[in-house]
């Protein structure tokens, strides 16, 4: 059954006023003569399959190009909602059954890569540093839904409160140095709040059009076994990193550009996270790390910055900006300009005493382009330039390029 966003507009010269094409509607798009008719579509139910990837230059630690695929299914109905996301050793996987305004909540999610992983510093990657480790947890809550302006499938507001538990795993490799000390294999659970508020409209390519979002993650979490760790300097005592707190949030605006059409957007985004007592480590840590700039609802709380690799920054307080100029160029074919400034305290794990970064803002450039593609897909290309945070000064380039295919 369609969804309630399912409309129909048409592109022709007797229209008084262009209007861009919104997701979910049907359009009939004139080009060269010939009409084309793109036909409404089920929001709520969706498949789709992504592939690309990041190309830098020069590396980032000792990685040129770095391969992404990713599996999308949503399916929402009056009873539940069900969202997945399917990458193979990382995966989130939510659940709601609705009743009424009230929702019980499900999540599980896993980042299990079993190839060794070192922290990148100075632009290199730190061999010392390198060990094996990963987590899976699940969360069970409970919370509030509520529909709000402009009422399509993916605008509400939300409250949350979500108990977590978990494995975590670490382990050394061959490269591991020899005074790094690991923490014990433990269970980790605690307790989230978490808000969500979605009122935007999204163009026919889902890209954020028009309106406010913006949320809050409020997270307590506790080790069960722990114990003094460092991971070759810095040593992180048991006392101060077996429980921690962490606060996160972030606010989006998209909006035209005074005097000029419809095809001219303004994005505005401001993220933020926090640790009052400064006991992060290198789990807990909040993590900045690489990807698109995101537009669909579950993903509005991920903060990219252009170039980097996935989850590269481990962090114990940052605040990260985005300013962007989108203009449509056709119906299927966006051009956008992006600023995006970050500062972080960032701990060098290899170093004898935490080096923090908040006096180096990071600063990046982007140029990209979003086209609709024939067999119903869209195709994602963005080059970024990198005033050196990524590589400790020394500046970078970097080619982001995605293709999804929906069913």
């Not at 990963?134 to 069970?140: L, N, P, R, V």
């Not at 505005?268 to 700039?293: C, E, K, M, V």
């Amino acid at each position: 059954m369609p969804s309630k966003d399912v409309g129909s507009i048409a592109a022709d010269a007797g229209q008084a006023e262009y209007r861009t094409p919104l997701a979910g509607e049907q359009y009939v798009l004139t080009l060269l003569g010939e009409q084309i008719v793109i036909p409404p579509r089920d929001r709520a139910n969706q498949l789709a399959l992504t592939l690309g990837g990041t190309f830098f230059s020069p590396a980032v630690g000792n990685t040129d190009a770095l391969p992404f695929a990713a599996l999308y299914w949503r399916r929402e109905s009056k009873r539940s909602r069900t969202r997945l996301i399917f990458g193979l050793f990382v995966n989130e996987l939510d659940h709601a059954l609705k009743y009424g305004r009230f929702e019980l909540l499900g999540h599980l999610e896993n980042n299990t890569v079993p190839f060794p992983v070192k922290e990148i510093e100075n632009g290199r990657e730190v061999k010392q540093s390198s060990i094996v480790w990963g987590q899976a947890a699940g969360w069970i809550g409970a919370g509030y839904h509520l529909p709000v302006a402009p009422f399509q499938m993916d605008n509400d507001l939300r409250i949350q409160v979500f108990y977590e538990g978990g494995y975590l795993y670490s382990g050394r490799t061959a490269e591991t140095g020899a005074h790094v000390v690991l923490p014990p294999d433990t269970y980790v659970h605690g307790l989230r709040l978490r808000t969500r508020y979605d009122g935007m409209r999204r163009n026919i390519l889902e890209l954020l059009h028009k309106g406010f979002a913006g949320g809050m993650d409020v997270e307590w979490g506790r080790r069960m076994r722990w114990s003094d760790a460092t991971y070759g300097g810095t040593i992180f005592s048991r006392d101060a990193t077996q429980e921690y707190i962490k606060l996160s949030g972030y606010l989006i605006a998209a909006m035209p550009l005074p005097g000029l059409s419809e095809q001219n957007r303004l994005i505005l985004s401001l993220y933020g996270g926090a640790a009052p007592d400064r006991n992060l480590d290198r789990f807990s840590a909040f993590r900045i790390g690489g990807g698109p700039f995101p537009n669909e609802s579950d993903d509005l709380a991920r903060s990219p910055y252009p170039g980097a690799q996935f989850n590269q920054f481990p962090v114990s307080d940052y605040v990260l900006g985005t300013v962007e100029y989108r203009r449509e160029l056709l119906a299927f074919l966006y051009l956008h300009l992006r600023g995006t400034f970050a500062w972080a305290n960032r701990d060098v794990l290899t170093s004898p005493r935490p080096v923090k970064l908040d006096d180096s803002p990071g600063k990046a450039l982007s140029v990209g382009l979003t086209s609709g593609c024939s067999w119903n897909s869209s195709l994602y290309l963005e080059y970024s330039h990198d005033d050196g945070i990524l590589r400790n000064g020394t500046p970078g380039d970097s080619v982001l390029a995605l293709w999804s295919k929906s069913f």
